[in-house]
């Protein structure tokens, strides 16, 4: 499986640092939109089969480069990226072999990881309100917090109206910046440990490393 060659102003996080304000509600609302379908389909299909999604904004792009030069309107056609193995439960069961992700650590961290962290990374990826709370906070790590009161209040309407089917609370924004401070504590531990893992390896052992780690995260 592979995925064409997208050009870098055409996705999500790059497209939110060039569009109008009023634009970037345009891409938000359509990307709940995208949203929804899952869950949508969950709600027919579980507990036969349960699909999970990260919503992100950089995990979106837009289909035609030109709809963004002629500005983002309602009818906007996404793609979304497929930047990690899908995440699905068949009868409730998940079909991946989760503890893959657990593999770039080293060995003496991973019981840790897998014990308190593992289990809720991958539940909130089916849990229609927590994807929305994190595609909303995703907006303090693009270095767009002014943006995060805005889109919250639009998710909020959206959920009252679109989404109303699905009956979910109303979210809060200590909820939103709670979420970013634990979730961004959770992934620099999680990069720390595999740089150490990468230092153990290539350093120490001096064994090949057959991963590639990426740089500083601006948060």
Known sequence: MYQRKLSAETIGDKIIRNVSEQEIEVLIRSILRQLLKVWDFNAREKPNVEVAIDGQVSNWAVRDPSAIKDGIREDVELIYLDTSTPLFRESGIEQLDVELFLRPTPPGVRYILKKFYLDDIVNRYYDFRKVIIDLVANFFKEQRPELVPVLLDLANG??????SSHDIAPITFK??????????????????MRRLHRFIRSKILRRYYAYILPGEIQR
């Open 158 to 163: 959206f959920l009252s109206t679109e989404a």
């Open 175 to 192: 909820e939103v910046e709670d979420y970013y401070k634990d979730d961004a504590s959770t992934w620099k531990l999680y990069l720390r």
